[in-house]
């Protein structure tokens, strides 16, 4: 190849080669668009609380309270019952009256391991290494709302999380799991937007949860957040 044809074929790809991320770029930028790593690490407990919607006639209240270290509670309220799913670092419980179970029990052993991975206040990207996951960029693509990156997240417990940061913002915008219901397994899809700052840090305010492929939605529009309310350690523990 002749110089001048290689300082050709140079300059077409320096824009490439600058425009691409790393996952480390990509991580950072996410970690500092949420509000950088000190303001995530002064969050020390979270209530929000929300109206969850699958059409109509069918709407809930939700509450659901973190705590560090890896605690979660979430409460639905429909048809005048309650449903509470908790995860006390070590351990879960439900009382999941729509199911006809109306004393705490413990977890089954899926419903708990969704607990605790949601029992992490910060998400799986902030601090991965750490954690013992394992990152990797699949690509960038584009959503309704713009290009995103593609990440895949390996769990420290072998689950697979793909999960789309968007480009522009550096905000999580989608994320896809497969989970284990009744028996067999589901592709769970769950869109963020509308994030807004709560004690420093970006909450997203609206979240739709879906079967991938089928236009069925459960809209969760979170009303109110607490940052850093005074949490009893009774919450997360399954009542004797």
Known sequence: MGTRKLVAVLALLAPVAASAQTVDEIVARHVAARGGREALAAVRTVRMTGRATEGPGREAIVRREIARPGRIRTEFEFQGTTGVYAWDGSAGWRVSPLDGRFEPEPLPAEEAAIAAEQADIDGPLVDWKAKGHRVELVGTEALPG??????????????????????????VVKTLSTRIWRGREVPIELTFADYRESGGVLLPRSIETSVAGRPRRLQIVVESVEVNPVLDDARFRMPR
Request: glycine share 12%; charged share 25%; hydrophobic share 40%.
């Open 146 to 171: 713009g290009r995103a990156h593609h990440l895949k997240v390996t769990l420290k417990s072998g689950a697979v999380r793909d999960v789309w940061v968007d480009a522009t913002t550096g905000l």
